[in-house]
């Protein structure tokens, strides 16, 4: 089955400054990669997706890259927020719109520094 | 987007009780999920849950352990059987609406 690495499990960054995490993934069949958000005592929040045609989304301070030849995919945040700190999820499945259910990544716990 | 409620949000349940999980959606979904975040951890998939078919499991998920009901295409309940400590998790549903996937805000369940 699919199996999704992510790295850093930590990040601290200073506020203003960018923010940058990383996923692998190990089924090239796979072509829908979503990123969620979870706050401290709530369901994850979806902030951004891409699909495997496509190399790069863009949402306000949000983007996502996809490199399907590296079957990598990365999520970056620039002018980091206060409110931006939390723990990030990536996570990637086979069907688009995940209807055969999400492979999680492990998390990355973002934390912006003042 | 879709609202997804869960009920209970929290509960503390004794070793070998069971718990049922309702999760209600403000949307008719085909599609709705299970998963299970044990703490500090990932979120691992439990079942699927499509209106009108049999749950099917993940490896690992028996349908002894987690029995699943989806009556309509709003609502599925989820049971924690015979409950041990190390059921201790969030549950927590999820639906896909379009082309996304939504979750719900999770049960947090603690078995003493």
């Known amino acids: 089955g699919e199996n999704v690495e992510q790295h850093p499990s930590t990040l601290s960054v200073q506020e203003g400054d960018s923010a940058v995490i990383k996923c692998t993934y190990s089924?090239?069949?796979?072509?829908?990669f979503p990123w969620y958000k979870q706050e401290l005592g709530k369901g994850p929040q979806l902030i951004i997706d891409?699909?495997?045609?496509?190399g790069e989304k863009k949402d306000q301070r949000i983007a996502v890259t996809l490199n399907k030849t590296a079957k990598h995919f990365s999520l970056h945040i620039t002018e980091t927020q206060p409110e931006d700190s939390a723990v990030y999820f990536c996570a990637a499945s086979i069907e688009g719109g995940g209807a055969d259910g999400l492979t999680f990544g492990k998390g990355t716990h973002l934390i912006i520094q003042p | 987007s879709a609202v997804i409620s869960q009920k209970p949000s929290r509960d503390i349940c004794q070793r070998g009780t069971s718990l049922t999980i309702q999760c209600q959606v403000d949307?008719?979904?085909?599609?709705m999920f299970w998963y299970r975040q044990q703490p500090g951890q990932s979120l691992t998939l439990i079942a699927t849950a499509n209106q009108g078919s049999e749950a099917t499991y993940e490896s690992g998920f028996v349908i002894d352990k987690f029995p699943i009901s989806r009556p309509n295409l709003t609502f599925s309940t989820l049971t924690v059987s015979n409950m041990s400590p190390e059921d201790s998790s969030i549950y927590l549903c999820s639906v896909v609406l379009g082309p996304e996937q939504y979750f719900g805000p999770g049960t947090r369940l603690t078995v003493t």
């Open positions: 089924d090239s069949a796979s072509n829908y």
């Open positions: 949307s008719q979904v085909t599609m």
């Open positions: 891409i699909r495997s045609n496509v």
